[in-house]
């Protein structure tokens, strides 16, 4: 079976860019590319991820300024075109500023940076990012931010719901969807969307942090493994 | 030349964590007649031509595509001519 090849995308004050290159690489043995912000080519990547960090300091707001550097045009093009796309984090933020995803990411209800290990209820299961999520009833994920305090108007929110687009939601370990297992804020307790094409997918937890046994948790894992087993399925 | 003077404010619907902590400071200080602070962005910067209708045309394209984002925050500005 063909594997995809996955090119991290590097702006400047991104911070997981090794941690998912370590994960592809060293645990999947993956082809897998640093692509630098500046450059236009994706060198014939399958899969682009947009890693997380803090992209030009997260100055006016969170992805705003990254969105702008030169490759996110290729970014952009290829998604449009049916390319897969992950955006973790300050990946996700940069989504959303792209315009690939609806909606933004305020502050923190709290105003803290929450740093902890979270559970994610997976509400669809069919997408390329999380079939072998299947079976799964939570994920255990670290999350890590400051401004992961997803809004959108209802308008927005409807089409999401109906079109089944809010992949994870922050849960209890149980799976229950309650106000105490959201960390930050975010309406309907969203943790991860989808774009309506199914391509494109912005998450706020931290998979790459949990993918190497190492560190005593590999659910993460699940969302890498998905991609390599169904992408040319 | 002219110098612009943007003001980037949050939509009302839309929370403002900020705004809301620093307004618990406001009642530890006693302020206990503060309500609704809202923190929002001001920025000024110059734009290099003689033409204010060209001016204005770059300001709002700056503020749509980068300095505002449009599903949460709205935009004024005004611009003033300097030398």
């Given at each position: 079976m063909k594997s995809p090849k996955f090119g991290i995308v590097v702006f400047p004050?991104?911070?997981?860019d090794h941690d998912t290159y370590y994960v592809l690489k060293k645990i999947f043995d993956l082809d897998v590319i640093f692509l630098w912000h500046?450059?236009?080519?994706?060198?014939?990547?399958?899969v682009i991820i947009l890693p997380g960090g803090f992209s030009y300091g997260d100055y006016l707001r969170t992805g705003a300024i990254a969105r702008?550097?030169?490759i996110m045009n290729e970014v952009i093009n290829f998604a449009n075109k049916g390319g897969y796309v992950l955006g973790i984090c300050n990946g996700f933020q940069i989504l959303l500023e792209a315009g690939l995803l609806p909606g933004v990411m305020i502050r923190n209800e709290s105003l803290n940076f929450v740093c902890k290990d979270i559970y994610l209820k997976t509400?669809?299961?069919?997408t390329v990012f999380t079939k072998?999520?299947?079976?799964?009833?939570v994920l255990k994920v670290p999350i890590a931010h400051g401004e992961g305090n997803y809004f959108a108007d209802d308008n927005t929110l409807k089409t999401l719901e109906d079109n089944n687009q809010i992949v994870f939601r922050y849960s209890e370990g149980d799976g229950s969807i309650t106000n105490s297992a959201n960390p930050n804020g975010s309406v309907r307790n969203i943790a991860g969307i989808i774009n309506r094409a199914g391509n494109v997918l912005g998450m706020m937890p931290h998979p790459e942090r949990s993918s190497d046994s190492v560190l005593g948790k590999t659910d993460g894992s699940l969302i890498f493994k998905s991609l390599v087993n169904n992408i040319f399925n | 030349m002219f110098k612009a003077k943007v003001l980037i404010k949050r939509r009302?619907?839309?929370?403002?964590p900020q705004g809301k902590a620093v307004e618990i400071g406001a009642k530890h200080l006693g302020l206990c007649n503060i309500k609704n602070t809202r923190i929002d962005k001001y920025i000024e910067f110059n734009i290099d031509t003689s033409d204010k209708k060209a001016a204005e045309d770059e300001v709002n394209d700056y503020c749509k595509k980068l300095l505002a984002n449009p599903i949460m925050e709205d935009y004024e500005f005004s611009l003033e001519e300097v030398k």
């Open positions: 004050g991104s911070n997981c500046k450059q236009s080519s994706l060198e014939d990547s399958d702008f550097s030169p509400e669809n299961k069919k072998e999520i299947d079976g799964q009833n | 009302k619907t839309i929370l403002d």
